[in-house]
């Protein structure tokens, strides 16, 4: 079973689509065919969109999905004269918001997913700039910046979970590969221990790493069980005495880990989009 | 006036805080405080939920804003009998299209923004590190394998560019700073100029670059006005000249940019989040 799913939007369509991949996900039965029509933004161009949702619906002979967020109400009433069954994920909760506000909405395109107030902007950039400049342990001498420092073996998600931190909530995110010569003694290094506060552990299963590390190295030391598992005891025996928090991020996606992380660290957004 | 608003997911509440802050900024009057409860995926969790909703509406003497993200019903009635206006994103769009497609929905908690299978996981992982590897022209040894290089003089947003390619699409991003000794005699290096379809310009108004440059290095050559307009002159006269299609980014967001290089370079994703 098919169907082609439609997403139009008056910006990047962006939140329209994370939240029907969340919907469809639903309905595995089906597969679904996804068509983006970001930045519509006049009637000319809603007017177009219509036209290719009533082509699809006639190729396919059955009705498209469309999931649009159309702030403008004159382009929302030209999509839903469409052949498509249209649920316009903005005019669903502007009104009760409206109701229970008590007071109108701008009903101005853009307010959000612009680039903000400069400031705002700067912080997301530098967290960005930030997360790129501490990866990986290149330095450990901007620590006392940090908001969070991932620590870890290697491949266990931090550098996208740094990256991630930064992209979506503006914070300052570092991480720092654990491996073997640097816990000689089983001590922290020096540069991690003055922070002990900022830690957060990422784990993961041994055989979990092993699949990892085998993508990028099969047959090697480096991805054989035996290491994996070595390391992953290793260092969270480390993350247990040291009272380091930490989490098996085998089954976790990039957001679930650093929303986990923004939540256990107490973190505050410095952006929003 | 204030009011607070509340994020209830059984995962990350990303997707539920995103499609908030875009309908929440359209009433400009109001200051919204924000709490996000990510990971309610128990009856217990969304018992304590609720309880927090109605402690908010007792300490606040309004009634709260809760939008939530509950698959599970029982979960979800359990928010609605707290004192909040609760929204449940998942719950209004999901029975429409249980209707249009003729079949329930499995109801299944986490079945998106999990790891997926392990090809798109590594997808997204690869395009990530290949982000990393191949920012601000670092090495040029790998464009044979890109999706897509931005240029652009310094501070156009193409590494933040490259990494919300990456992270939110999967997409292989590379990016490369154009100087002015490169292009000594106005012509591209050959490093880019072999890979001319896969171009893409990133550009600016000459004061808002003076601008974000001025952040970083006050005062100096870099950030005047005088250089940035020759800078960004020179820049669009080759992307005329060679035919590389370029934006201007000065009002444009890092989703705004990245989704209108998808759209231009017709690029499929990789991974879906």
């Not at 002979?61 to 030209?78: I, N």
């Not at 009272?243 to 880990?257: H, K, L, Q, R, V």
Request: include cysteine; glycine fraction near 6%; aromatic fraction near 6%.
């Amino acid at each position: 079973m098919k169907r082609t799913v439609l997403f139009v939007s008056d910006r990047t369509g962006i939140t329209a689509e994370t939240l029907a991949h969340s919907l469809l996900s639903q309905f595995e039965s089906v597969e679904f065919d996804k068509i983006n029509l970001p930045f519509v933004d006049s009637l000319e161009k809603a007017e177009a969109a219509t036209r290719r949702i009533n082509e699809v619906a006639k190729t396919d002979g059955v009705t498209p999905l469309v999931f649009s967020t159309l702030v403008d109400d004159a382009l929302r009433a030209a999509l839903e004269a469409s052949d498509g069954l249209v649920m316009d994920m903005f005019h669903t909760f502007i009104r009760p918001l409206e109701k229970e506000l008590g007071i109108a909405s701008s009903h101005a395109v853009g307010r959000s997913h612009g680039v903000g107030s400069d400031t705002t902007y700067q912080a997301r950039i530098d967290a960005i700039n930030y997360a790129m400049a501490n990866d990986d342990g290149i330095t450990t001498s901007n620590y006392d910046k940090a908001d969070v420092i991932l620590v870890g073996v290697s491949r266990t998600g931090k550098t996208p979970t740094s990256l991630y931190l930064a992209l979506q909530f503006g914070v300052l995110s570092a991480n720092y590969p654990l491996i073997e010569q640097d816990m000689g003694d089983d001590s922290l290094p020096e540069a991690l221990s003055e922070h002990r506060a900022k830690l957060f552990g990422l784990s993961i299963l041994p055989d979990r790493l092993r699949q990892i590390r085998s993508e990028r190295r099969p047959n090697s030391d480096y991805s054989s069980l035996r290491q994996c598992e070595h390391e992953v005891r290793h260092v969270e025996s480390i993350f247990r005495r040291e009272g380091i928090p930490f989490i098996n991020t085998s089954a976790m996606s990039i957001e679930e880990i650093a929303t986990t992380v923004m939540e256990h660290q107490r973190l505050e957004r410095r952006w929003y989009g």
